[in-house]
């Protein structure tokens, strides 16, 4: 491990399961995932241990994902006033511990648990206590996240993360994306929703697997439909057929789907793709939808994670 980077420690993991050999990167700062790999097929994509993420690649998002617009808010009538941290579009944006270095509470050779503090501040007076949980599986990998309300207010929270996706070596204009959703949020030009339209038939209906080539999209998305286990899953399939998915258990109803043509890559900037998953979509501390609120010494826990599916399986 080492600390001279943008990133703090880089918490190497790795897993032998099932004829599986599994590795992760988690970084200190943002408890961000900074590689995943399954027999050598990375999941995600990566930036050097010597680079800040970029666009955000692969960070937590708490107490909110996403933008608060104007970083301003309401509680009990009285207006709440963020840093604006995206100011090129006047938002709050991604949370409070984008920049903060957790601290280790748990850590295994396959493994690790970081904590950070969410102190009170302007624009958000209340204490809570977070964790991030990243766990190698003989697929891939889960995260999951627990928050408790340590002050002495109810709060409100949403939790989110930015990964991007890969499969192995292919371009990743050549992957489809496929992701049940019924609903888009349309934003405006800060990016802060002002309506919901249907997405059936419409260049943002990922039901039937276009190509990421083919979209342009910063796009936020609800009613997707779970499985039988309350799972929401997007999937990025290349090729060949194989494929990395992203789950959500049935605390993470969102999830924001976002296309970059200036990714940085082996020095070349080009296409990429993140699906965000998210217990609210943007400005929800604003609009309420989605948020939602811990009594002093309460917790919540949830998860999502991501698999890898060979060819033919």
Request: net charge negative; with cysteine; hydrophobic share 35%.
């Amino acid at each position: 491990m080492t600390t001279s980077n943008p990133t703090g420690e880089q918490y190497d993991l790795t897993l032998e399961h099932d004829g599986h050999h599994v590795t992760g990167v988690v970084t200190q700062v943002a408890a961000g995932i900074r590689a995943l790999a399954v027999d050598g097929v990375a999941l995600t994509e990566t930036f050097g241990a010597d680079e800040a993420p970029p666009s955000a690649c692969g960070i937590t998002l708490v107490p909110w994902p996403n933008r608060v617009a104007g970083g301003r808010w309401s509680l009990d009538g009285r207006e709440q006033q963020l840093d604006l941290t995206e100011p090129a579009k006047g938002n709050a944006s991604h949370g409070l511990l984008r920049y903060t270095a957790y601290r280790v509470v748990e850590r295994e050779p396959h493994a690790v648990t970081l904590g950070a503090t969410v102190f009170p501040q302007h624009g958000y007076p209340f204490q809570l206590d977070t964790t991030v949980r990243h766990e190698l599986v003989a697929d891939g990998m889960v995260v999951t996240h627990t928050i408790t309300n340590v002050g002495s207010d109810r709060a409100p929270f949403a939790v989110g993360s930015h990964p991007f996706f890969r499969v192995g070596d292919h371009d990743p204009a050549t992957l489809t994306v496929t992701l049940a959703a019924a609903t888009r949020y349309e934003t405006d030009e800060a990016s802060i929703p002002v309506g919901t339209s249907p997405v059936a038939g419409t260049e943002f209906d990922l039901s039937q697997g276009p190509r990421l080539g083919d979209l342009d999209l910063d796009t936020g998305y609800r009613d997707v439909a779970p499985d039988a286990d309350g799972i929401r899953t997007t999937t990025f399939t290349a090729p060949d057929g194989s494929a990395t998915e992203l789950w959500q258990d049935a605390s993470f109803e969102y999830v924001q789907v976002f296309t970059p043509r200036n990714f940085p890559r082996d020095g070349v900037k080009g296409l990429a793709v993140a699906a965000e998953p998210m217990t609210a979509p943007a400005n929800a501390l604003a609009s309420g939808e989605g948020l939602r609120w811990l009594d002093p010494g309460e917790s919540w826990t949830g998860s999502w994670g991501v698999r890898y599916r060979a060819t033919g399986v």
